[in-house]
């Protein structure tokens, strides 16, 4: 990153901003993949059913109402992350995530207690997915708006797909620990619990990351430059606006449709329908993931020198086919064909996370700094919430588990395909930023501040 610093911030103040934007989405993402590797046990101790799917769809409906709640979340707090700051917000909403994701490994067994081992359960998934709406706020504008325009495509890259890949990776790593140390029927005993109890590691060092880094340039300059205007929430949809939310929401839904409906449906695909499990289960999806890293940058980078839109129409158009070709080929090895499956797993991973990589950026370019926060979280969590439902539907479409894939399949085809229908109704915003001129406060506004 051979470009001078953005604002006036240090190049190591600018690097550790871009570290610290894909660290604490890492931590978040790695606290909420934790549900994704354990969805069967999770399924029999807490939320038991005569059918398998039925469990699955269970534990996946408690993920997706973790993400109904998300863009409550991301208007909470990313009113306060463009009124105060993203850095103070990011320390708030990642100590929340990580929190919560530890209480529920304390979370008593449907045979201990009852009905109220789900409703604890869901409660905490519901006060997870506040924070997690949060944490877009400050993750997915710290580091776009610290890092010189040249570099903001790859940004969106590392801090969208890369930070989810290295969450994923984190995940993996913990699953393939704890399944060794608590091999067995002790993993359904104990393991689980200790997949949870690792949010309190995860918030740990996300206080760590955060206090060292710099506020965004670009709020700061906003701020200094007087009283911003008084911004509502409402102003997402108002002035012309309403049209662009809803595309927005649209093709982040298509994006993140993706993303659920592979790298977040994989550990079940895997454990559950094809009977990969345990710790080859784990490597595979641990490799996976360092593949989401290197898509997303490739992805990243190349809307800098393509567009942003071009780019996702380009892995769009390749994703239409090649994701359910992909699902196919997994779900119809022979489980112990480990090489094939883990390539195949590679792919898919690599061209779902490819696509929505310059989805962050794109929303930043959206929105002024004044409303940035704000418009990119709620905009992200909207359309992301759309996309955790894809996988609780595709288990309940299914009767038993060997219709799984082909749902899957379905399923797909037809989100990729709003994904790019979205693309080519939206504009091309590379450059925007650059561009912005903050709107200022008027005599009234700076009354009402004062």
């Known amino acids: 990153m051979s470009a001078p610093a953005t604002g006036g911030l240090s190049r190591r103040a600018t690097l550790y901003a871009a570290f610290t934007s894909v660290a604490g989405w890492a931590f978040d993402l790695f606290d909420l993949f934790i549900l994704l590797y354990i969805a069967g046990t999770v399924g029999e101790l807490i939320f038991p059913a005569h059918s398998p799917t039925l469990s699955l769809a269970a534990v996946y409906a408690s993920f997706a109402v973790s993400v109904l709640l998300r863009p409550a979340g991301a208007a909470i707090f990313g009113a306060v992350a463009d009124r105060s700051g993203r850095k103070k917000t990011m320390v708030i909403v990642l100590a929340g995530v990580g929190l919560s994701t530890a209480a529920m490994g304390a979370v008593p067994t449907y045979a201990a207690a009852g009905l109220a081992a789900p409703l604890l359960f869901l409660a905490l998934r519901l006060v997870q997915g506040v924070f997690v709406g949060g944490v877009v706020a400050a993750t997915h504008t710290l580091g776009t708006e610290s890092v010189p325009p040249r570099w903001r495509g790859l940004m969106s890259g590392l801090v969208g797909g890369g930070g989810a890949g290295l969450g994923a990776a984190l995940a993996s790593g913990l699953f393939i620990l704890v399944n060794h140390l608590f091999p067995g029927d002790e993993f359904d005993v104990w393991g689980w619990r200790v997949m949870f109890f690792a949010g309190l590691v995860a918030a740990m060092l996300s206080y760590l990351v955060v206090r060292g880094v710099e506020e965004s340039p670009l709020w700061k300059a906003a701020q200094q430059a007087g009283p911003p205007a008084k911004v509502r929430i409402s102003d997402l949809v108002r002035g012309g606006r309403g049209r662009m939310f809803a595309l927005n929401i649209v093709l982040v839904a298509g994006a993140g449709s993706q993303y659920y409906l592979t790298s977040g449906y ?40 393509l567009g942003r839109r071009r780019t996702m129409l380009l892995f769009g158009g390749v994703n239409l086919v090649a994701l359910p070709l992909l699902v196919w080929l997994i779900t119809s090895s022979d489980p112990g064909d480990t090489t094939a499956i883990l390539w195949y797993s590679i792919l898919l991973a690599f061209l779902a996370n490819a696509a929505y990589s310059p989805v962050m950026v794109f929303l930043n370019e959206r929105y002024p700094t004044s409303l940035r926060s704000r418009g990119t ?35 797909l085809v037809v989100m990729v395909a709003v994904f790019l229908v979205a693309n080519v109704i939206s504009p091309e915003t590379k450059g925007s930023m650059e561009n912005e001129e903050a709107p200022r406060a008027t005599v009234s506004d700076r009354e009402e501040v004062s």
């Open 377 to 411: 979280a709620v905009c992200w969590n909207l359309g992301f919430m759309v996309g955790g439902l894809m996988p609780t539907f595709v288990n309940l479409a299914s009767p038993g588990l060997s219709d799984v894939p082909g749902r899957l399949m379905v399923f």
């Open 266 to 305: 994989l550990p079940t695909l895997l454990g559950e329908v094809t009977g990969v499990r345990g710790t080859v289960q784990g490597v595979i999806l641990l490799v996976s993931s360092l593949g989401v890293v290197v898509a997303t940058i490739i992805a990243g980078e190349l809307s800098e020198h």
